[in-house]
């Protein structure tokens, strides 16, 4: 069986419009610590994260203190909403809930989101077997694929947990098939 823990990023400090370099927040730090103790006797081998700051930097002290890398998967990235910053963020999810395919001009649907994340979930399943995994991500992102496992994982599911920073959402497998998906809303 794999286990597959994903790692939602800790608080980031939301000052930093930059998607890609925004950094966690004091808050952020401090709860990566505590990712850290979550994480310490799961039998991890290996880590791969997002290549967003937030996220690697959420898993960093637990991959320092295991001496492990950290392999960074460009596909594992959060959603690109568009290239301005969206003020109505709210707004805009439950129009894409409501519409997997829904995108502004030079953004990602969330079934593109999905299908990508899928893709490199499937492929490190198929590359391992019997190996606990932690996997840095975000909030939507991890949504997407929680909901290609539970399609009742819907916009009200997302609103319960887009908050909740970090977010431990481990996935039970056995080959590639799902056996069981567990929340840990609080470390």
Not at 6 to 33: Q, Y
Not at 150 to 174: A, G, Q, R, T
Request: charged content about 30%; hydrophobic content about 35%.
């Amino acid at each position: 069986m794999n286990r597959i823990y994903f790692v939602r990023h800790a608080k980031p400090d939301f000052s930093v419009k930059d998607d890609l370099l925004r950094p966690l927040s004091e808050e952020g730090i401090n709860n990566s610590k505590k990712v850290t103790e979550y994480l310490k006797d799961k039998n991890i081998t290996k880590i791969y994260s997002s290549p967003y700051k937030r996220a690697i930097d959420t898993i960093g002290d637990f991959a320092a203190n295991l001496n492990m890398d950290i392999k960074v998967v460009e596909d594992f990235r959060e959603r690109k909403i568009s290239s301005e910053w969206i003020e109505e963020f709210n707004g805009f999810c439950e129009k894409q809930w409501r519409d997997f395919n829904y995108n502004l001009n030079d953004g990602e649907s969330l079934k593109e989101v999905q299908d990508r994340n899928i893709k490199e979930l499937q492929k490190i399943l198929n590359e391992n077997e019997e190996e606990n995994i932690v996997i840095g991500t975000h909030g939507t992102a991890l949504s997407t694929i929680i909901n290609y496992y539970d399609s009742n994982f819907n916009h009200s599911s997302f609103n319960k947990i887009k908050d909740v920073m970090p977010l431990i959402v481990v996935f039970e497998f056995e080959d590639i098939k799902l056996r069981n998906i567990n929340y840990i809303l609080e470390i």
